[in-house]
């Protein structure tokens, strides 16, 4: 029988404390609801007497109602010389009326007398009373043993002083932090070994990131009999951050035969991490382990080849059992096998005799050359091999444009396009004004495409990035555009390289249209959601 690790999150409270992270109260129900959904048992709403957002926060988490979860309620022990019923903080937790509560206090005696300047009789007076009366109150208590291993490392004595007074307050678990994040993996095992059995209650951990060991220490700790682990979606948190829950819950799952989140809840992971770093507005890390955008994407052509035949080649697990996918990408380190991969991933054929795919790959590495960069641009790559093989028809010709932009004394500048183009036999001559010459430029082939392919309407550019790169003369520096434009099935990226930034943009915006035109079903699409995305 597999053993069960309960899960803590504490990504609405640690998690908030990192330098990047701000979340609203709202935004805070919405991660709590997509925790609850994937199932983890306790979700930490927040520090009720620390701020007014997170007492509006647990306000409206009793309202709701939670599947799984229960949302737990932090904060400190009583102030030193007050009645528990007389302090403000234990006050706010209970009028959260979460039932289970976090507190933390001290346990390493220089934390103790010098910071808060209190005796040591006294600080584990406010560790059992404080537990205590909430237990009289119907909570579950759970105590956070701050800065537990640099105390038992300075004096274990007192610091196993402090877990007795919280045990014997009648704490239902004990977490032993690691708050300065400043513990190794053999240390931690070591004194765990000796902390874990001594307890009656439940042990838990909790465990800073500060020396890049987070994840090794929670692992550790686990090993020791932790059966309990604190920490957050995608590891933020102060400084250098918490663990990050998402790694640890693949290890304890795929690696180590731990049981933490329900069956068939572990294939939603990447999209919970996803989500999170959406709602908290940072950039997922691509390189997240498991979860990111290149856990499970092959760009040597040697590893390409090798995957083809056998993904275990490369993969140390199979990318869906975490909700991720394989991606291949093709760029000059790619070989042939890259290139039949993408070719039969975009649906384009190529002839069987390998000659398609080391033309393609010889363009390829002569673009890339010049400035392309393919593996960050698929649409145009899936021009490239139409072009290459032969299979791709020019939907349209641009016989001229004329760009203008104009400038006075007061306003901002703006531009005018005028724009030629031909399709079949017919031309077509427009017009438009823009913020910017690509912007006029953009609007202008638009309108003159409208009129042959009405499925124009239905795409539209949503993010475009210019880059200087370093040419192989210096004198000359060009330019890379690339341009992510959408419809409501899908985004692509496409690219333009030159010395002139117009010339660039004009490419990656001929691309992007092409891309669009040449999609087998573009036909009929029309009044889509385009947050169906
Ligand atoms: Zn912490």
Redesign the pocket.
């Known amino acids: 029988m597999a053993r069960n690790i309960t899960l803590y999150d504490t990504t609405l409270r640690?998690g908030t404390q990192g330098e990047q992270v701000n979340l609203s109260a709202e935004d805070k129900m919405r991660i709590a609801r997509k925790l609850d959904e994937f199932g983890v048992p306790y979700i930490e709403g927040g520090w009720p007497g620390s701020n007014p957002k997170d007492a509006r926060f647990f306000e409206m988490a009793r309202r709701s109602r939670f599947r799984c979860a229960r949302i737990t309620a932090f904060g400190s022990t009583r102030r030193p010389a007050t009645r528990p019923e007389d302090d403000e903080n234990l006050r706010a937790l209970l009028d959260t009326e979460t039932e289970t509560v976090t507190v933390f206090g001290k346990t390493w005696d220089l934390q103790a007398s010098e910071i808060l300047g209190v005796s040591l009789a006294e600080n584990s007076a406010m560790i059992e009373d404080s537990v205590a009366y909430l237990k009289r109150r119907d909570r579950e208590v759970i105590f956070d043993a701050e800065h537990f291993f640099d105390g038992y490392k300075r004096n274990p004595g007192y610091a196993m002083e402090t877990l007795t007074a919280a045990v014997n307050g009648g704490a239902d678990a004990v977490v032993l932090?690691d708050?300065n994040g400043g513990t190794l993996p053999e240390e931690m095992e070591t004194i765990l070994k000796r902390v874990v059995p001594s307890l009656r209650v439940r042990a838990g951990i909790?465990c800073?990131n500060d020396c890049g060991l987070a994840l090794a220490n929670s692992l550790a700790a686990v090993r020791s009999g932790v059966t309990l682990v604190q920490g957050t979606i995608n590891g933020y948190?102060e400084r250098c951050g918490?663990l990050d829950l998402v790694t640890l819950i693949g290890n304890l799952e795929l690696k180590m035969g731990f049981r933490c989140v329900p069956p068939e809840r572990l294939k939603h992971l990447t999209e919970l991490s996803r989500y999170v770093s959406e709602v908290a507005n940072v950039p997922p890390l691509k390189h997240r382990p498991f979860v990111g955008k290149s856990a499970f994407t092959h760009k040597g052509g040697v590893h390409v080849s090798a995957i083809l035949k056998n993904p275990s080649a490369y993969e140390h697990v199979p990318p869906e059992r975490v909700g991720n996918r394989r991606r291949v990408l093709v760029s000059d380190l790619s070989g042939k096998s890259n290139i039949e991969y993408k070719s039969r991933e975009l649906g384009i054929p190529l002839g069987a005799n390998g000659y398609d795919s080391r033309k393609i790959v010889r363009e390829i590495k002569r673009l890339e050359d010049e400035g392309y960069q393919f593996d960050a641009a698929e649409g145009s790559l899936a021009l490239l091999l139409r072009k290459v093989t032969g299979q791709f028809r020019d939907p349209f010709v641009l016989e001229s444009f004329r760009l203008t932009t104009e400038k006075n004394q007061t306003g901002p500048s703006t531009s005018q396009a005028t724009i030629k183009i031909s399709v079949g036999e017919e031309e077509e001559i427009t017009a438009a004004e823009g913020d910017g010459p690509v912007n006029a430029l953009d609007r202008a082939l638009r309108k003159a495409l409208t009129k042959f392919f009405p499925q124009i309407e239905e795409m539209a550019l949503v993010d475009f990035r210019v880059r200087v790169i370093d040419g192989s003369e210096a004198t000359a520096a060009k330019v890379r555009v690339q341009i992510d434009s959408r419809d409501a099935r899908e985004i692509w990226t496409t690219i333009g390289v030159s010395e002139n930034i117009i010339e660039a943009s004009w490419q990656a915006l001929v691309d992007s249209v092409q891309y669009k035109l040449l999609k087998p079903e573009t036909q009929g699409e029309t009044g889509r959601n385009p947050r169906s995305l």
């Open positions: 640690d932090c708050t909790h800073h948190g918490n």
